[in-house]
């Protein structure tokens, strides 16, 4: 509960954030579409840099210290924009910097959050705490932008960001209150260095034939994703001539099928399999999302939350399912560099997407890179309907390695 209680905060400030970032950029100063791209990029570029070692060195520390230390900092980073802004000192080479920066933070902490979970919740009720905190993102993904917009309105884009620093304060709070004691890490072995406890992870991955499947769908999806995520706010602004205020409004309403999501994965998974769900949720759940690259002008900008709401609604069930299958057959001693080694690719393509929405924006015109993003994101599904899942209807229990990989 204090896990979770402190999350819905500070998603909630980082949902501000994802919104007055890139406005900052589009309404402050001016920037272009491809300078946009690279500011989204440089959010997610940690994952590819370092997402591999954060995860062995997470192995080896207190899971908990180190989510501590990482929203201290970030704490500092966003809390610099609004300072700057406030000096009238605010530039592009800043916006990239500070994003980039949160992002490491946010590698270390997402790895140790993921895997600390399975500490704190038993096999059984992992689906429906996973769901749980899911739903707990996409709340924050409802209510954040809505106040971001609120905040742009009121304060600046820069000067909403303050609700962002201010949200890790509580996120600090309530995770240093959790008590419950970690499985201290394995005794080093003799010879072990930091590449081979990586490779270890990574060799994890690459030989279960089910995870690999897995983490091909969810890095496609996420490069596709990447490209829709890097020209929305412009084609919010631009293309639809929605005021700025008005832009978090709009995207908070598609969250509402992520709050859906986060609700119902546990029961769709019960009623059609907690195995089956994954493929389910990505070719037959998300399939109408293409939507929302046909909004217009007027009573048409609908469309757009509509159609990313089917998008997070889907999204959000294969998330919680695919996370769920993750922690069962995953051994505890390996679970920081799994979800490091996964994060490592399915991040990873996340800023090569937000680069290519960018170009492509410039080069094609940014609606038809959604087009081509959402229906390539739908396609990802294929990756995993195409495995093993396809026979099975239930994820199985945990496993040890000597199986699992097989």
């Not at 999350?7 to 579409?33: C, D, I, K, N, Y």
């Not at 924050?140 to 742009?152: K, N, R, S």
Request: contains cysteine.
């Amino acid at each position: 509960m204090l896990l979770w209680g402190g999350q819905t905060v500070s998603e909630m400030g980082s949902a501000v954030t994802q919104v007055a970032l890139p406005l900052v950029a589009v309404v402050a100063l001016r920037a272009s579409t491809f300078q946009v791209g690279l500011l989204t990029a440089a959010t997610t570029a940690a994952f590819a840099l370092i997402a591999l070692p954060a995860g062995a060195l997470v192995d080896r520390g207190s899971k908990r210290s180190i989510m501590i230390g990482c929203d201290i900092l970030r704490l500092l980073i966003i809390g610099s924009v609004p300072l700057a802004a406030a000096l009238g000192a605010v530039t592009m080479a800043q916006l990239y910097v500070v994003a980039a920066a949160a992002g490491v933070c946010t590698v270390f902490f997402d790895v140790s959050y993921q895997s600390y979970v399975p500490s704190l919740v038993r096999a059984d009720l992992r689906m429906d705490a996973n769901g749980k905190l899911g739903t707990t993102q996409a709340f924050a993904q409802l209510g954040g932008p809505g106040l971001g917009g609120a905040l742009v309105a009121a304060f600046g884009a820069a000067g909403a960001m303050t609700a962002d620093a201010i949200s890790y304060v509580v996120s600090v709070v309530s995770i240093s209150g959790i008590r419950t004691r970690e499985e201290p890490p394995p005794a080093r072995r003799e010879g072990e260095t930091l590449r081979s406890r990586i490779a270890e992870g990574l060799r994890f991955v690459v030989r279960h034939r089910i995870l690999r499947r897995v983490v091909a769908c969810t890095g496609t999806a996420n490069l596709f994703g990447g490209m829709s995520s890097a020209v929305a706010v412009i084609f919010l602004v631009r293309v639809l001539h929605v005021r700025p205020g008005l832009v978090g409004v709009i995207m908070a309403g598609s969250a509402v099928g992520g709050i859906a999501g986060g609700v119902f994965a546990g029961r769709l998974a019960r009623r059609i399999g907690s195995a089956r769900i994954i493929w389910v949720s990505m070719l037959v759940f998300s399939a109408p999302q293409v939507v929302a690259a046909a909004a217009w002008r007027g009573w048409g900008v609908l469309l757009f939350p509509l159609g990313w709401g089917i998008t997070f609604f889907a999204l959000m069930v294969y998330n919680v399912a695919q996370l769920s299958y993750r922690q069962s057959v995953t051994p505890p001693e390996l679970m920081g560099r799994m979800n490091a080694a996964v994060r490592w690719v399915v991040w990873g393509t996340l800023p090569l997407g937000s680069v290519l929405g960018g170009i492509l924006g410039t080069l094609i015109g940014v609606r038809p890179v959604l087009w081509v993003a959402f229906i390539g994101s739908w396609a990802a599904g294929w990756f995993v309907f195409f495995s093993p899942l396809r026979h099975m209807r239930d994820v199985p229990g945990p496993a040890p390695a000597s199986v699992a990989t097989n």
